[in-house]
Structure formats: structure tokens, C-alpha cells
């Protein structure tokens, strides 16, 4: 019997990589909304504010910044920002732990599905996603960019 090998990555790895190979939130519109003053979202902390008539999103400080990422989560609409924020494992060796993603992961507080805040990728799916905005902070203000 013999065994086939593949050299393609894991899943996991493909996973990551996508994460980790995402740009930065582009703004669709180009306008700034006031959403908060910087002073009021601490580290680890998330506001969620109402940019527009119905538009919620999520602005969180991760590692000193600020993201923004839509409050919809695209299995059943879920309010996406009030689930918790976690790490991930990293691929790795049998018997290894490898955080990843530390404090950005986000899972959704109905049925578990998981997001990167900072990119929007899905975890479980690297072709899911969920909207991402751009955050500029300006004298003290917080402004979300649509
Ligand atoms: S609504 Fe978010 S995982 Fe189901």
C-alpha cells in the first residue's frame, strides 16, 4: 500500500496566511463620521455606535488601535460585536500550542462563528468575511470612515 504526501498547505495555514496577507480597512464612501472621543474606548475595550440610521459597528483598541468592523454577523445576523475576544492556535507541531491572532479574535455570541476584527476574515472559511471600516482619530475625536 502506499501513501500519498502533498505538499499543498493545510487548510489552517491557508487560513492564516489570507489573514495575515489582508490590507488594511478601505473606506467605500469617503465620509467621516464622529463616533466617540478617543479617550472613551480603552485598551481591550469596544464602543458600538450607529454611524448612520441603521448601521451598527463595533469599534475596538487592539494593541493601541483603533478597528472598526460591522456589528452584523453573516451567519444569521447575529450582533457580532457583543461576542468575546479571543486568540487562535496557530498551526504548529503535534503537541504544540501557538497563540495567534491574540485579542482579535472575535466570536459571535449566538453560535461561535469567528472573526478577525482587524481584517474581517472569517476563520473557519477564508472566503467569509464582514465589513471592516477605516478609523482616523483627529484632536480627540474618533471619526469612522464610510
Ligand atoms: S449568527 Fe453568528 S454564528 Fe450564527
Known amino acids: 500500500m502506499s501513501y500519498k504526501t502533498t505538499t499543498s498547505p493545510a487548510p489552517l495555514d491557508q487560513a492564516f496566511d489570507i489573514i495575515r496577507r489582508a490590507g488594511p480597512a478601505k473606506a467605500r464612501e469617503g465620509i467621516r463620521v464622529l463616533v466617540a472621543r478617543d479617550v472613551d474606548i480603552a485598551e481591550g475595550a469596544r464602543l458600538i455606535v450607529e454611524p448612520r440610521p441603521g448601521l451598527s459597528v463595533g469599534v475596538f483598541r487592539i494593541d493601541g488601535s483603533l478597528r ?42 449566538w453560535h461561535g462563528w469567528e472573526f478577525d476584527v482587524v481584517t474581517g476574515k472569517a476563520l473557519y472559511d477564508a472566503k467569509s468575511r464582514v465589513a471592516t471600516y477605516p478609523v482616523e482619530v483627529d484632536d480627540g475625536s474618533v471619526y469612522v470612515v464610510l
Open 68 to 109: 472598526a468592523i460591522k456589528n452584523v454577523c453573516p451567519h444569521n445576523g447575529a450582533p457580532l460585536c457583543r461576542g468575546t475576544l479571543h486568540a487562535s492556535h496557530e498551526p504548529g507541531e503535534t503537541r504544540e500550542f501557538h497563540p495567534g491572532l491574540v485579542g482579535r479574535v472575535l466570536r459571535c455570541p
